[in-house]
């Protein structure tokens, strides 16, 4: 997988279950996002890969501010 394309769900999955339990989870709303906010990293194939998208998706969760975790967390 960390070559080879996934479907998102798939990645959603293998990203989730392979991170410190302290660090955001991946969601298909927030990949979209993430997708539309970095098209140039899908011009390729709109799969996503663990070697190309990983930790860039990590680094922008990290400062990423959905209302939606916010309110999850009060």
Do not use: C
Not at 31 to 48: M, R, T
């Amino acid at each position: 997988m960390n070559f080879i394309g996934a479907t998102t769900d798939s990645f959603i999955k293998y990203y989730n279950d392979n991170i410190p339990a302290s660090f955001p989870r991946a969601t298909v709303r927030i990949l979209k996002k993430f997708q539309a906010l970095y098209p140039g990293l899908f011009k390729e194939s709109a799969e996503w890969t663990i070697n190309k998208h990983r930790k860039k998706l990590m680094d922008w969760l990290s400062s990423y501010r959905d209302e939606n975790l916010n309110e999850r967390k009060r």
